[in-house]
C-alpha cells in the first residue's frame, strides 16, 4: 500500500521535474496504489497535482489497461489470453477460475478479494498457461497449482485486511 | 512553384501546399473527414486517398491527399478505380456503427457523412456485427450530443483544444470505443463551443435550441454579419416562418475565418422575443405608426417652438446601422436638434474617434491577417469579453510561437500563456512608450517587465498592437499609432487592431462632430436646457454607470420619444414608441473596428413568427391584407416619418453627409 | 553449440550481478569507448556491423544514429524500449532477467554515440519484476561509477531513469512512445520530422529495442567483423535470441547466430515437436508476421530471408502450430488481440480490425459465407494504408491464412463448422 510519505515524494519530483505532466501515468499508479484504484476523485487529485485538466487525465487513465476507473479487488487477476496461452490452455485457466470464484471477467467477487481481467500477451510464453496477480506471474499453471495460489491468497493477511475493508463503508464508490 | 496534373487538369500551386488544397483550385473536391483548413491536416481518417500515378520515390500508388505535399511533375487521379474503391471501403468501414438516425437527426441535409457516403458509392451494408453504442453527456443548453453518430475524425478535440484552447473537451478511451465528451456532464466553458456543430461532420453535435426546429432544407439561409461587437464576423441565418432558428459560422478569407464566437451565434433569440414590440405606443396605447408618428412630430413641435430646437436632444446607437445614423445625423442638423449623441462620454467618443483618426491601410490587420503575427501587443484590450473572436485570433499567432503581452488594469484572462503588465488604465500609454524608447517616464517597480517588452518588440518583424477603448484614456489609441510608425521606423512590419465599443462604433466616428456625448445630454436633462428625447436604438440602462440618476433625468422629461426594436426599459413610460425593424428585417451597413464597411441584406420580411401565431400548428387560414406583427420598421424610416421629411432616405444621405460620399453601397462587402 | 553473447551470463535463477558481468568482459567497451573514441566513430563501428533493430522493424541502428545531425540541439534523449508487447515475445524479459548491466552499458555507448544525456527505460507495467531488478542495477552502476556525470573522467555524462508505461501495445511504437512519455494519449505520429531530429519534448531521440542496445557492448569490444562473423548467412550479423514457444517441448529463449534454421531451433534445441505432433506452421518473428508453413521448414531464420519468402523476421519470436491447430481459430485469436489494441487514431485500423475479426469468427462458428474470402482480402490490402504500422502488421497472419491456409477457410464454411473442434 503506497504510504503518505510516497505520495510526498510524489509531489517533490512533479515540482523537481521540468515537465511535469510526463509523470502522469505515475501519478495515477500512486493514486490508484494507495486508493485501491483511480476513483473521480483520484483524476481530480492527479490532475491537481500535474497542472492539467481532469478530462486530460481521464484521457489518458482510459486509454490504459492498468490503470482502473472501477474499483477492483485486492487482487487482480489477469489471464493471458493471446495465442500461445490460447494454445495451451487459458480458457481451461478461464472458466476454472470463473466458477471457482463465482464471477464473470470483469467482475470483482463480493467479498472484494479477486477482480478477473483478460490481459493481452503478457511476455511468458515459455511457461503458458500464465496469468498475473497483481502484475506477478504465476505459469505454467495447472488447475491444481491455480486453487492453492488462490488459496493462499485467500487465506493471507492481505486478504482479511481487505474483506474488513470491503464492509467498510468509506470505500468510494464510482459515481458517473 | 509546383506544377502537378490532378485529374489531367494542370495546376500551379505554392510550394507546401498539399494535394488536397491544389485539387481544390480546380474546384475538385476530394472526399474529407478530418482534414479542415483552419484545423490542418491529420490523416486520421483516410477517405482523402488518391491515386498518385507520377512522383518522387515513395510518393506514388494510393496516399493520403491531405498529407502529401503537391510536388512538380506528379501526376495525380482522384477518379483511379482502387482509389474510389479505397475511399468506399473507409467510408464502410466508418458506417458500420453508424445509427441509422437520418430519419430523425438534425445533420440531415447538411452532413458531411451523408454527402460522403453518397458521393463515395457506399450502399448496401454487409457488416453483420452489432454497433457500439455510447451515452450522451448533457453538455449545456447550446451543444445537443449524441455519440453513437460519431466517426472519431477527432474534429471537436483538435478544435475545441488545439485551436480554441480550452481543456474541458477531450477524447476518451481507445480504439473503436473512442469517447469525445467532458470529464463530468456540464456546460462547455469554451464561449466558442458553438463551432463544433458546425465542423462536426455528423450529428454528434448540433445545435441544441434548435433541435428538431426545422431541417436544413426547411430554412431560408441568407449571408448576415454578427452585430454584438465591433469585429462583423460573417454568419449564416437560418430562418423559418419569419424567425432565425439558428446562425452558422460563414467563412471570410479575412474578417473571421471559419469560426464564430458563441455570443454571436446564440445572440438572435431578441429579434423573435414573445414580448418584442411591434406596434407603436402613444401614452402606452397602442397606436399605427403613422399616428404616433404624427403625435411625435406635433408634440416636437410644441416643445421646438417653445423653447427652441435646442431643446430636443436625440441618442443614437453603436448598434445602429450606418443608414440608420446617417438618417438621425441628417434629422439632427436640418432641425437643429442636440446630437445624435452616439457615446457615452467624453473618453469614449475621443477614444473611438481616436481609433477611427488613425486608421490607416498599412498598420490595419484583419483577424487572419493578425494570426501571422510574431508579437502581440495587448493595450487596455480584453478580447476574451470586448471581442471573442479576437482571442482565438491571437491565440493561432501564439501557437506559432508569438509571445502575448497585455498592459491593462483588469485580470484579463486569455485561452494561451501570456504575460500580463497589470497597471493601472491611464499608465497603459507611458508604459508602451517607455517599452518602444520613446518615453523616459515609467513606473520603476516594473522595468524589468518593461525590459522584456522592449525585447520582444526587438526580435519581432511582425508586431500587432491590440488596443482598447473601452477603459482607456481617451490618448491611446493615438498613442498606438505613434508606436506603430515607430516600429515600422525600426524595420518591422507592425499592425495595428483596434477593438471597439459596438458593432458601428467607427459609423458613430463618423456622424460624431460636433455631437454632444450621452453624459452630457443627462447633465442637459437635469439643467433643464433639453426637455425632450428621442433615443434611437439605445439601451441607456445598459451602460450608463448610475440608474437612479438616469431614471430621474427621465422622469423629467417632457417629452420621450423611443425607437427600438426592444421593449423600452427604465421606469419612465415613453411618451411615443415607434417599433424598429432588426437586422435581420432590414439589414444595413455596418463598419466594423477595421473600418470595413459591411452591407447586411435582410433576412426575412419582418413580422411575428408563426410559431407565436399558430401555437406550433398548421399556419392559420385567415386571410388578412398585412403580415401579422408587421408594425416595425427601419430606424432610418422613422427618422424620415418622424421629420416628416420624405427625403431622409438612405440614398440621398451622401449629399447631407460628405463622409459618406465616397461610400457607393453596391461596391461594399 | 553456437558462441553464448548476450545469454552467456545467463543463469537458472537470478540477474548476473555487476561483478560477475564485469568478470564476462563487461563495461570494458564502455571504458576503451570512452578513453579513445569519439562519437562518430562508435557510429560507423555500428553501422559497419549491420546491427539491425531486433524490435520488430529491423531498421539498422547506425544509420538511425547517423541522422543526428552534428549540430543538433541539446538535450538529447535515448530510449530503450522495453515495452515488448508483440504476443510470444519474450526475449526482453530474459534479457533483463539475465544481464540487466548488459543492457545498461548498451544505453551508456548508445547514447555516448548521439551525445544524449538522458536514458529513459520505457518498461511494459506487466513486467514489474524487470523494471525494480533494472532499477537497482542502475543505482550499483551509478555507484560503481558507469552511469551519472562525468563517466570514467571522460567528460560523458549520462543518467537514465525507469519509466513504467500504463500499458498498451501501441507504447511499442516509437512516435506513440515519445507521446507516452510526454504524458500525452500514446496515439503515433507520422513524420516528418523524424524523432532523431526533433523527439522528446522537440529534442532529438534515438529509440532502441532492449535486444538491439544489448548487442552493442559485445560489438564495441569485439569489432564490427567479428558481429558479422556470428551470423550463418552473407547477409546476416551478429546472434539473435529466438524466443520459441507453442508446441514443442522446450519453449524458451536461445541465441544462436542469424541464419540458423528453422528446422534446427525447433528440433535441436526447443526439444521437437510436442507430443510427437507434425509441424504445421508457425510464426516466425511475433503476432504481425505472417505464417511459415511446410515448405518453409527449414528456412534461413534472418532478415533477408524471411523477407525473400514475403515475411518478417520481427521480433524472432517463434510460435509453432501442429497438425490440431486450426489454423483459423489461431488467427481469429491473434485479429481479437489487435482489435483489442487499436489505439483507434485512423479508420481502418480502428473498424477495418474488427470488422475482419467479425467476418472470422462467423467463418470459425461455421457462419462463414464463401464471399468472405475476397472480402477479407480486400479488406487486408487497405488496412496496409492505415496510419501506423499497427494494421499491417495486424493483417500479416490474416494474410498468411489467406495465402497459405484458404483451404481451412473454404472447410469451415463448407463444413459450417471448424473441422478442428474436438480433435
Redesign the interface.
Known amino acids: 500500500m503506497q504510504t503518505e510519505s510516497q505520495t510526498e515524494s510524489l509531489e517533490k519530483e512533479i515540482q523537481a521535474a521540468e515537465?511535469?505532466?510526463?509523470?502522469?501515468?505515475?501519478v495515477?499508479?500512486a493514486i490508484q496504489a494507495r486508493d485501491g484504484y483511480l476513483s473521480?476523485a483520484g483524476?481530480a487529485e492527479a490532475a491537481g497535482l500535474?497542472g492539467?485538466?481532469?478530462?486530460?487525465i481521464?484521457?489518458?487513465a482510459?486509454?490504459?489497461?492498468?490503470?482502473y476507473r472501477e474499483p477492483v479487488g485486492r487482487y487482480v487477476i489477469?489471464i493471458c489470453?493471446?495465442?500461445?496461452c490460447?494454445?495451451e490452455g487459458a480458457e481451461t485457466i478461464g472458466e476454472h477460475l470463473m466458477k471457482a470464484l463465482g464471477i464473470r471477467m470483469g467482475e470483482t467477487t463480493p467479498d472484494g478479494l479477486f477482480t478477473l481481467l483478460p490481459?493481452?500477451?503478457?511476455?511468458?510464453?515459455?511457461?503458458?498457461p500464465a496469468i498475473?496477480i497483481n502484475?506477478?506471474?504465476y505459469g505454467p499453471l495447472t488447475i491444481g497449482e491455480l486453487d492453492r495460489i488462490i488459496d493462499g491468497l485467500r487465506n493471507s493477511d492481505d486478504a482479511n485486511e481487505a474483506a474488513a475493508e470491503a464492509a467498510n463503508p468509506k470505500k468510494q464508490v464510482l459515481k458517473? | 512553384m509546383p506544377k502537378l496534373i490532378i485529374d489531367n487538369r494542370e495546376v500551379v500551386v505554392s510550394p507546401g501546399t498539399k494535394i488536397i488544397e491544389a485539387a481544390a483550385q480546380l474546384d475538385i473536391m476530394i472526399p474529407r473527414f478530418c482534414y479542415h483548413p483552419a484545423l490542418g491536416a491529420v490523416g486520421a481518417c483516410r477517405v482523402c486517398a488518391v491515386k498518385v500515378l507520377e512522383g518522387p520515390a515513395r510518393t506514388t500508388g494510393i496516399q493520403m491527399s491531405c498529407m502529401l505535399d503537391a510536388q512538380d511533375g506528379m501526376v495525380v487521379s482522384t477518379t483511379d478505380a482502387e482509389a474510389a474503391d479505397f475511399r468506399r471501403h473507409i467510408i464502410e468501414f466508418l458506417m458500420l456503427h453508424h445509427p441509422h438516425d437520418c430519419p430523425v437527426c438534425d445533420e440531415g441535409g447538411h452532413c458531411l457523412l451523408q454527402d460522403m457516403t453518397i458521393s463515395g458509392g457506399h450502399g448496401i451494408r454487409r457488416y453483420k456485427g452489432k454497433k457500439r453504442t455510447h451515452r450522451d453527456q448533457d453538455l449545456g443548453p447550446l451543444l445537443q450530443h449524441e455519440m453513437n453518430r460519431c466517426i472519431q475524425c477527432y474534429r471537436c478535440v483538435r478544435f475545441y483544444r488545439e485551436y480554441a484552447g480550452y481543456?474541458?473537451?477531450?477524447?476518451?478511451?481507445?480504439g473503436s470505443r473512442v469517447?469525445y465528451g467532458?470529464?463530468?456532464a456540464g456546460t462547455l466553458q469554451s464561449p466558442f463551443s458553438g463551432n463544433l456543430a458546425d465542423i462536426c461532420p455528423t450529428g454528434v453535435f448540433t445545435d441544441k435550441p434548435s433541435r428538431y426546429r426545422g431541417r436544413r432544407w426547411d430554412f431560408e439561409r441568407t449571408p448576415s454579419v454578427c452585430i454584438h461587437c465591433s469585429l462583423g464576423c460573417h454568419t449564416v441565418v437560418c430562418s423559418r416562418y419569419r424567425e432565425v432558428i439558428r446562425q452558422e459560422a460563414r467563412f471570410s478569407p479575412t474578417v473571421n475565418g471559419y469560426f464564430i464566437c458563441d455570443r454571436g451565434r446564440q445572440g438572435f433569440a431578441y429579434a423573435s422575443s414573445k414580448d418584442r414590440p411591434r406596434s407603436a405606443m402613444v401614452g402606452g396605447r397602442p397606436s399605427s405608426v403613422a399616428d404616433a408618428a404624427s403625435e411625435a412630430r406635433s408634440r416636437i413641435a410644441r416643445l421646438q417652438q417653445a423653447h427652441g430646437p435646442g431643446s430636443i436632444a436625440c441618442v443614437g446607437s453603436l448598434r445602429s446601422s450606418l443608414e440608420t445614423q446617417g438618417a438621425w445625423k441628417s434629422a439632427c442638423k436640418a432641425r437643429g436638434w442636440q446630437g445624435p449623441a452616439f457615446f457615452q462620454d467624453d473618453r469614449e467618443g475621443a477614444a473611438v474617434l481616436g481609433a477611427a483618426a488613425g486608421l490607416d491601410r498599412s498598420y490595419a490587420v484583419s483577424m487572419v491577417e493578425m494570426e501571422q503575427a510574431d508579437l502581440i501587443i495587448l493595450l487596455g484590450a480584453d478580447p476574451v469579453n470586448e471581442a471573442p473572436m479576437t482571442a482565438l485570433a491571437l491565440r493561432q499567432a501564439a501557437r506559432a510561437g508569438a509571445p502575448i503581452v497585455a498592459l491593462d488594469p483588469r485580470p484579463i484572462a486569455l485561452p494561451m500563456p501570456f504575460s500580463h503588465i497589470p497597471i493601472p488604465a491611464s499608465e497603459i500609454g507611458t508604459v508602451f512608450e517607455a517599452a518602444l524608447g520613446t518615453s523616459e517616464n515609467a513606473p520603476a517597480d516594473i522595468a524589468d517587465d518593461i525590459d522584456q517588452l522592449r525585447q520582444a518588440m526587438d526580435n519581432s518583424r511582425r508586431p500587432v498592437i491590440v488596443c482598447g477603448t473601452d477603459v482607456v484614456p481617451a490618448s491611446l489609441p493615438a498613442a498606438a499609432v505613434a508606436g506603430a510608425a515607430r516600429l515600422e521606423a525600426s524595420g518591422k512590419s507592425p499592425g495595428l487592431f483596434y477593438l471597439l465599443p459596438g458593432p458601428n462604433a467607427m459609423g458613430a466616428a463618423l456622424f460624431a462632430d460636433k455631437a454632444p456625448t450621452i453624459a452630457q445630454v443627462v447633465a442637459d436633462i437635469e439643467s433643464g436646457s433639453v426637455r425632450g428625447l428621442v433615443l434611437v436604438e439605445n439601451r441607456l440602462f445598459h451602460r450608463y454607470p448610475d440608474r437612479q440618476r438616469l431614471e430621474k433625468a427621465l422622469a423629467m422629461l417632457e417629452l420621450l420619444v423611443v425607437v427600438d426594436c426592444l421593449k423600452p426599459e427604465g421606469d419612465r413610460r415613453p411618451d411615443i414608441f415607434l417599433p424598429a425593424a432588426t437586422v435581420f428585417e432590414s439589414g444595413g451597413i455596418f463598419i466594423n473596428q477595421e473600418g470595413r464597411a459591411q452591407e447586411i441584406a435582410p433576412s426575412f420580411k419582418g413580422g411575428t413568427p408563426l410559431s407565436q401565431i399558430t401555437g406550433g400548428d398548421h399556419p392559420p387560414r385567415e386571410f388578412t391584407p398585412g403580415t401579422p406583427g408587421a408594425g416595425p420598421e427601419p430606424a432610418w424610416s422613422l427618422a424620415a416619418l418622424l421629420t416628416g421629411d420624405a427625403d431622409e432616405m438612405p440614398a440621398a444621405l451622401s449629399e447631407r453627409c460628405p463622409a459618406l460620399s465616397t461610400l457607393s453601397i453596391s461596391h461594399l462587402t | 553449440m553456437y558462441p553464448q553473447v548476450l545469454l552467456q551470463n545467463r543463469k537458472p535463477d537470478r540477474i548476473a550481478t555487476l561483478a560477475e558481468y564485469q568478470r564476462s568482459g563487461g563495461y570494458e567497451g564502455l571504458s576503451r569507448v570512452l578513453e579513445a573514441q569519439a562519437p562518430t566513430e562508435v557510429r560507423q563501428v555500428l553501422l559497419d556491423a549491420i546491427l539491425l533493430g531486433r524490435g520488430g522493424a529491423a531498421f539498422p541502428a547506425g544509420v538511425k544514429m547517423m541522422t543526428v545531425a552534428e549540430d543538433a540541439p541539446f538535450p538529447r534523449y535515448l530510449v530503450c524500449n522495453a515495452d515488448?508487447?508483440?504476443?510470444?515475445?519474450?526475449k526482453?524479459?530474459v534479457l533483463i532477467h539475465a544481464d540487466p548491466h548488459q543492457l545498461i552499458e548498451g544505453m551508456a555507448l548508445a547514447a555516448y554515440a548521439v551525445s544524449a544525456e538522458h536514458g529513459i527505460i520505457f518498461i511494459?507495467?506487466?513486467?514489474?519484476?524487470a523494471a525494480r531488478i533494472l532499477e537497482r542495477e542502475i543505482g550499483i552502476a551509478r555507484e560503481a561509477g558507469f552511469l551519472g556525470k562525468n563517466i570514467l573522467g571522460s567528460g560523458f555524462s549520462f543518467e537514465l531513469v525507469v519509466?513504467?508505461?500504463?500499458?498498451?501495445?501501441i507504447c511499442g511504437e516509437v512516435t506513440a512512445q515519445l507521446n507516452?512519455?510526454?504524458?500525452?494519449?500514446?496515439n503515433p505520429k507520422q513524420p516528418p520530422p523524424y524523432p532523431t531530429e526533433k523527439g522528446l519534448?522537440q529534442k532529438p531521440t534515438v529509440l532502441q529495442n532492449v535486444e538491439t542496445l544489448c548487442c552493442i557492448p559485445h560489438i564495441l569490444k569485439n569489432g564490427a567483423q567479428w558481429f558479422k562473423d556470428l551470423a550463418l548467412t552473407e547477409s546476416g550479423a551478429g546472434t539473435k535470441v529466438f524466443?520459441?514457444?507453442?508446441?514443442v517441448n522446450r519453449?524458451?529463449?536461445y541465441e544462436l547466430p542469424m541464419g540458423v534454421r528453422l528446422s534446427e531451433i525447433i528440433e535441436e534445441y526447443a526439444g521437437g515437436m510436442k507430443n510427437g505432433a507434425a509441424f504445421k506452421a508457425c510464426?516466425p518473428g511475433g503476432?504481425s508476421t505472417s505464417y511459415l508453413t511446410q515448405e518453409h521448414y527449414h528456412i534461413e531464420m534472418d532478415f533477408e530471408a524471411l523477407k525473400k519468402v514475403g515475411n518478417r523476421l520481427g521480433t524472432g519470436?517463434i510460435?509453432v502450430?501442429d497438425q490440431h491447430?486450426c489454423m483459423v481459430a489461431?488467427t481469429l485469436?491473434?485479429i481479437?488481440?489487435f482489435a483489442?489494441?487499436s489505439?483507434g487514431w485512423c479508420t481502418p485500423c480502428r473498424e477495418g480490425i474488427p470488422y475482419i475479426r467479425d467476418i472470422l469468427w462467423r467463418i470459425e462458428t461455421g457462419e462463414g459465407e464463401a464471399s468472405d474470402i475476397p472480402a477479407l482480402r480486400k479488406i487486408c490490402k487497405y488496412l496496409w494504408h492505415a496510419y501506423c504500422a499497427f494494421a499491417p502488421g495486424a493483417v500479416a497472419p490474416v494474410e498468411g491464412l489467406l495465402t497459405y491456409f484458404e483451404d481451412e477457410m473454404t472447410a469451415h464454411i463448407n463444413q459450417k463448422k471448424c473441422p478442428f473442434k474436438g480433435s
Not at chain 1, 81 to 84: F, G, H, Q, T
Not at chain 1, 121 to 127: E, F, P, S, V
Not at chain 3, 84 to 90: A, C, Q, V
Not at chain 3, 163 to 169: N, P, V
Request: charged share 30%.
Open positions: 515537465h511535469p505532466r510526463e509523470l502522469a501515468v505515475d495515477m499508479a473521480d483524476v500535474l492539467m485538466s481532469p478530462v486530460e481521464e484521457e489518458l482510459t486509454f490504459y489497461t492498468f490503470i489477469h489470453d493471446s495465442v500461445v490460447w494454445m490481459v493481452c500477451c503478457i511476455g511468458y510464453c515459455d511457461r503458458v498475473l502484475k506477478k506471474a458517473r | 481543456d474541458d473537451l477531450g477524447v476518451m478511451g481507445i469517447y467532458r470529464f463530468e | 515488448e508487447m508483440e504476443p510470444g515475445t519474450f526482453d524479459r511494459r507495467p506487466e513486467y514489474e519484476g519509466h513504467r508505461s500504463g500499458g498498451r501495445y507516452a512519455l510526454e504524458g500525452r494519449r500514446p519534448w524466443g520459441i514457444s507453442g508446441k519453449p524458451g529463449c510464426l503476432a519470436a510460435m502450430f491447430t489461431a485469436n491473434l481479437e488481440f483489442r489494441e489505439c
